[in-house]
């Protein structure tokens, strides 16, 4: 069946504006056109408020458990990707539409399969999660009757590649409006009050689509808890390693808000393993809550228990782990680097290889016949200083104070915002550890303070010994 007169004039315009910009501005066709250009022409034809300008970008143009793994439509434009035609950085907030509504609930969302696990795709529960069944292109479809003006994705399982796509001009027919950014599992995407749009997966060959949640905005300002992450590409001021996700809090205490929110200085923080898909969303939501702005690195490594630092080493192959330390040195070039206790905090083997991998790096890094696979690409790197969680004596270490405020949190201490990001690890609210015989229950107070989540020993330095031990960028910041 097709559809009237007037709506396929509009789609047919729509793909000669996205594809041909020209088409409605004149210009050369070198990208898409500016969206208020061809959305005004649109909103002519339609002679109806609902197609809006083009947005601000912090405006949103306005099932089962989880189980460990090893491995791991008018206009629109991703806020993460660096695609043609997105919104200006230094645009400002200019929309009098407030906070924008999560409007998800009321939408019609339909899956490619397994249609019974739908709710677990929007219950805001990062431990539920709605896979497809293994086959080619799986996709879903939003249906909205309120305007949609942002998507936020939270993938479970992301195909190599996929597109948003909006209706055509027959029926059934999808045409794509962007391709995704798959650099990150949860990503943002603005768009400009369309009614449906199709998620499909464009990897080749048969496989499973999930997503451990899904956000549908009406129009507004995007929430400050959506995510838009940015590569963590360029020189680093920390690098932060920890063995499993809440390790970085856990230990680290107030450390990472201090540093990546209120002093404003970059800091990756990579992990050894993920553990698996629901700990990585989790891992997501608190850094961003920490403020951290520059997405993680994911080893890849299995989440496996040792005693001693020689087995964990076994398990995952020596070479391989200093490889990847190595490499994390070579691609961030961090002036400091802060790793874990070498008596694995409560006895983790894993956290023990890590402390371990990252002192033997601080040489191996440096040196160009050392893994020439990172060598070629990034070149050496010698880190300035290297913390180690706990090490040393009073003469050697630095001690913070995480209970200070932090304007850039409103006045919540350091300590403060770790707490909420640890909560946002909704697994681990119950675990508990053995230490010297006594169970103690994971938590930034309870263990942080049996292991000091404040002590940290400068195991090596190319700026001289600290003077002041309260700062990990001490001898560096005016040097």
Not at 121 to 136: G, L, M, V
Not at 186 to 198: E, K, N, V, W
Not at 312 to 318: C, E, I, S, T, V
Request: charged share 20%; glycine share 8%.
């Amino acid at each position: 069946m097709r559809r009237n007169g007037k709506s396929l004039m509009i789609s047919i315009l729509l793909i000669l504006c996205i594809a041909l910009p020209g088409v409605c501005t004149g210009e050369a066709a070198t990208g898409y056109a500016p969206e208020g250009e061809y959305i005004s022409v649109l909103q002519e034809l339609l002679k109806t408020p609902r197609a809006e300008a083009a947005l601000p970008e912090n405006e949103a143009a306005a099932g089962g458990t989880e189980e460990t793994e090893e491995n791991a439509g008018e206009s629109a434009v991703s806020l993460n990707g660096p695609e043609a035609g997105a919104v200006p950085a230094e645009t400002e907030k200019t929309a009098p539409f407030g906070e924008a509504k999560d409007i998800t609930g009321s939408c019609l969302i339909t899956l490619c399969s397994t249609p019974w696990n739908s709710t677990m795709i929007s219950d805001k529960q990062y431990t539920t999660y709605w896979d497809s069944y293994s086959t080619r292109e799986p996709w879903l479809t939003i249906h909205s009757e309120t305007p949609m003006y942002g998507l936020y994705l939270c993938f479970r399982r992301m195909p190599t590649s996929f597109t948003i796509e909006v209706p055509g001009a027959e029926e059934g027919e999808w045409l794509p409006l962007m391709e995704g950014d798959t650099r990150f599992h949860h990503s943002f995407y603005a768009l400009a009050g369309i009614s449906d749009l199709r998620i499909r997966s464009t990897q080749s060959g048969a496989h499973k689509m999930g997503f451990n949640e899904l956000y549908v905005f009406g129009r507004g300002d995007v929430p400050d808890w959506v995510q838009r992450w940015e590569p963590a590409e360029g020189k680093a001021d920390i690098l932060f390693f920890s063995a499993h996700p809440d390790d970085e809090i856990l230990f680290y205490g107030g450390a990472i808000p201090t540093y990546a929110s209120e002093r404003k200085k970059r800091v990756v923080v990579a992990y050894l393993s993920y553990s698996n898909t629901t700990r990585r969303s989790e891992v997501l939501n608190g850094l961003w809550a920490m403020g951290v702005r520059h997405y993680p690195e994911f080893g890849g490594f299995q989440d496996t228990w040792s005693n001693k630092t020689a087995d964990a080493y076994r398990k995952l192959g020596k070479k391989k782990v200093l490889m990847w330390v190595a490499e994390m040195y070579r691609k961030h070039q961090p002036d400091v680097v802060v790793t874990h206790d070498l008596n694995g905090e409560y006895g983790h083997g894993q956290h023990k290889m890590l402390g371990d991998a990252a002192i033997q790096c601080y040489d191996l890094a440096a040196n160009p016949e050392k893994y020439p696979e990172s060598y070629t690409v990034y070149g050496t790197w010698q880190v300035r200083k290297l913390y180690v969680h706990l090490w040393g004596d009073a003469s050697n270490q630095t001690c913070f104070d995480w209970n200070i405020p932090l304007e850039s949190m409103g006045g919540k201490t350091g300590l403060e915002v770790a707490r909420e990001a640890y909560d946002m690890h909704v697994t681990q609210a119950s675990a508990k550890v053995k230490i010297r015989g006594k169970w103690h229950l994971l938590s930034v107070d309870e263990t942080g303070t049996v292991f000091s989540n404040t002590t940290f020993g400068l195991y090596a330095s190319q700026v001289g010994p600290d003077e002041i031990h309260t700062d990990f960028l001490e001898h560096i910041e005016n040097n």
